[in-house]
Nanobody, 118 residues
Framework: QVQLAESGGGLVQSGDSLSLSCVFYGRTFSLYVMGWFRQAPGKERELVAA???????YDADSVKGRFTLSRDNLGNMVFLQMNSLKPEDTAIYYC????????????WGQGTQVTVSP
């Protein structure tokens, strides 16, 4: 029904920037809240940022002011611009979609690795 594909991860130094992209393959992109999650080794998966179809956003305290989530409703894509990266940002980043009528995120991408060296 819906498939997600992330890209843009890589190895960078502390203070560098990366931009992650996620393509939404499916119908009615506007009915989904889009989010970026991350999971570091040995840690629970956490919500980094989320955005509604109308552009309302949520940012985790740990990334507020550094990361910016946006969406392109014409191209069915979401982006995560990550600036001033820190080693603690190292994780696998997942794109996720939650149908507006669903209590939880329904669909997940395969993940893209972000590694930030000191």
């Amino acid at each position: 029904q819906v498939q997600l594909a992330e890209s843009g991860g890589g190895l960078v130094q502390s203070g560098d920037s990366l931009s992650l992209s996620c393509v939404f393959y499916g119908r009615t992109f506007s009915l989904y809240v889009m989010g970026w999650f991350r999971q570091a080794p040995g840690k629970e998966r956490e919500l980094v940022a989320a955005i509604t179809s109308g552009g309302s956003t949520y940012d985790a305290d740990s990334v507020k002011g550094r990361f910016t989530l946006s969406r392109d409703n014409l191209g069915n894509m979401v982006f995560l611009q990550m600036n001033s990266l820190k080693p603690e940002d190292t994780a696998i980043y997942y794109c996720a979609a939650k149908h507006i009528g669903a209590p939880e995120y329904d669909y997940w991408g395969q993940g893209t690795q972000v590694t930030v060296s000191p």
